[in-house]
């Protein structure tokens, strides 16, 4: 079950777990972009269904847990990969778009755990994974409401990773962290801006930080390269999914700083 399925990340995870003969649930607020999916997924054969959700919404996961329970009697993994970002300051952000950031990027990844957690823990098998970004890890200039909303979903995982290790449960935890990967992020975040007059087209990507942040994911990594990251971090048992591991290294030089003078300047 992938949110976010019809579109990145997300489809770029389904066609790695298709190659895999996994059954797929494609989860997504955009009909348009399930329906596709979902229809070049069974035209290659796999045995997949779509479902409308919104992940911000409670009684939406609810209900994507019945559909997926209805059609396949159970769920293996989970990926709560549904996301939205804007480049914006945390002094002038309006606070709708404030709400609309957390809602869909850190409470999604918060209902699917709740809703889904329960049903793969009583099968006794399975694999529950949020994609986060290096923006959970290292809070970068303009990305203010992305990046607590993306160390919320690390902390989410990491504490259900050390939960379910605890308890030496059989479910196994995975957080994705992304750089810069090659998907349509801006456009279709601008396309869903709660306040923005859906008869209206959506405005174009503007200002240098959201060129800037343009530019750079038109020269990531192809999602189908992360999907595969993605399948092989649940084969081989990895927690955390860096797709540009040698960034790391400036979460150590934050972790640096913060011991030796305490600035944030070092990161
Ligand atoms: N693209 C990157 O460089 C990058 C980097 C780090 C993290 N990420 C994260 O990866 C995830 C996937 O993003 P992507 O880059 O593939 O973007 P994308 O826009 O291509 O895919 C996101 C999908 O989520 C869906 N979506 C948006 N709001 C939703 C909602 N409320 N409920 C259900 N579905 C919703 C969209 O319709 C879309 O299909 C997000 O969590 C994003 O924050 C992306």
């Not at 990046?147 to 902390?155: L, P, T, Y």
């Not at 008869?199 to 942040?213: H, N, R």
């Amino acid at each position: 079950m992938i949110t976010g399925g019809g579109s990145g990340i997300g489809l770029g995870i389904a066609n790695a777990f298709a190659a895999r003969g996994m059954k797929l649930v494609i989860a997504d607020v955009n009909e348009q972009t399930i329906e596709n999916t979902v229809f070049e997924l069974k035209q290659n054969g796999v045995d997949a269904i779509g479902v409308r959700c919104d992940v911000s919404k409670l009684e939406d996961v609810e209900h994507l847990a019945e559909e997926t329970l209805n059609t396949f009697g159970g769920v293996h993994v989970l990926c709560n990969n549904a996301g939205v970002g804007l480049p914006t300051s945390s002094r002038s952000i309006k606070l709708e778009d404030w709400k609309w950031i957390i809602d869909v990027d850190l409470w999604g990844p918060i209902y699917g755990v709740k809703v889904f957690g329960p049903l793969i823990e009583a099968q006794g098998e399975g694999h529950i994974s949020a994609t986060a970004s290096m923006a959970g890890l290292i809070s970068a200039n303009k990305m203010g409401a992305y990046s607590v909303a993306k160390h919320g979903v690390v902390a989410l995982m990491c504490a259900l990773e050390r939960e379910l290790r605890s308890k030496q449960s059989p479910i196994t935890a995975s957080v994705l962290c992304p750089g810069p990967i090659n998907t349509n992020i801006s456009h279709n975040s601008l396309a869903y801006r709660p306040e923005r007059d859906p008869t209206l087209a959506p405005p174009k990507v503007s200002g240098a930080k959201g060129a800037s942040i343009q530019a750079a994911l038109e020269e990531g990594m192809p999602p189908n390269e992360v999907g595969e990251l993605v399948a092989s971090a649940i084969e081989n048992d990895k927690f955390w999914v860096l797709t540009h591991p040698w960034w790391a290294k400036g979460v150590q030089r934050q972790l640096d700083a913060l011991r030796d003078d305490q600035s944030l300047t070092k990161a």
